[in-house]
T-cell receptor
Framework: GAGVSQTPSNKVTEKGKYVELRCDPISGHTALYWYRQSLGQGPEFLIY????????DSGLPNDRFFAVRPEGSVSTLKIQRTERGDSAVYLCASSLRGSSSAGNEQFFGPGTRLTVL | GNSVTQMEGPVTLSEEAFLTINCTYTATGYPSLFWYVQYPGEGLQLLLKATKADDKGSNKGFEATYRKETTSFHLEKGSVQVSDSAVYFCALSGSGNTGKLIFGQGTTLQVKP
């Protein structure tokens, strides 16, 4: 079956611009996560959706970052007034449910590489 | 807060050598522990996991045992292959939370023929 897909695969933008990154999770997965991976580092958690609601947005670095999942499937990560420090690979993952009690597996997409010039 | 520390890489081995990649964690409660792997040009994928103390996760010849007394989850393989060359990430998911993963910084493994 189809895995997690992310578009675009690469995005180059100028400082101060607005960008949207899209994630299509695996069908039927209720939990969706966004992570950010800087060069040479492990992914860092940004936000978690259970269904349509953001259940944990504690990883969003500031109010320039926002994410939505209006129908409980596709999610969009939105970054306003981009800065050079936002350059990273943005990863999306989905899982059947969000509970960690059973070591719930997250399936990752290929990521969107964002470059802010 | 919760955190994961991995041994720094890169790790360079000859084919058929024994592999250990160290991973230690700090967490409250009883986290679940994972190893994810990222092959060149591919996305992150789960390699193995363990959900409680003394559990051993295993897959593709790799093993890791959840050691609560030493807060460790070291990855081992008895005989590595060139195809094992990748970046390996240790991660934890804290007990009672949303399932979000906290990753180590990753360890690059290069296996030479």
């Amino acid at each position: 079956g189809a895995g997690v897909s992310q578009t675009p695969s690469n995005k180059v933008t100028e400082k101060g611009k607005y960008v949207e990154l899209r994630c299509d999770p695996i069908s039927g997965h209720t939990a969706l996560y966004w992570y950010r991976q800087s060069l040479g580092q492990g992914p860092e958690f940004l936000i978690y959706f259970q269904g349509t609601g953001a259940a944990d947005d504690s990883g969003l670095p500031n109010d320039r970052f926002f994410a939505v999942r209006p129908e409980g499937s596709v999610s969009t990560l939105k970054i306003q007034r981009t800065e050079r420090g936002d350059s990273a690979v943005y990863l999306c993952a989905s899982s059947l449910r969000g509970s960690s009690s059973a070591g719930n597996e997250q399936f990752f997409g290929p990521g969107t590489r964002l470059t802010v010039l | 807060g919760n955190s994961v520390t991995q041994m720094e890489g890169p790790v360079t081995l000859s084919e058929e050598a024994f592999l250990t990649i160290n991973c230690t964690y700090t967490a409250t409660g009883y986290p679940s522990l994972f190893w994810y792997v990222q092959y060149p040009g591919e996305g992150l994928q789960l390699l193995l996991k363990a959900t409680k103390a003394d559990d051993k996760g295993s897959n593709k010849g790799f093993e890791a045992t959840y050691r609560k007394e030493t807060t460790s989850f070291h990855l081992e393989k008895g005989s590595v292959q060139v195809s094992d060359s990748a970046v390996y990430f240790c991660a934890l998911s804290g007990s009672g939370n949303t399932g979000k993963l906290i990753f180590g910084q990753g360890t690059t493994l290069q296996v030479k023929p």
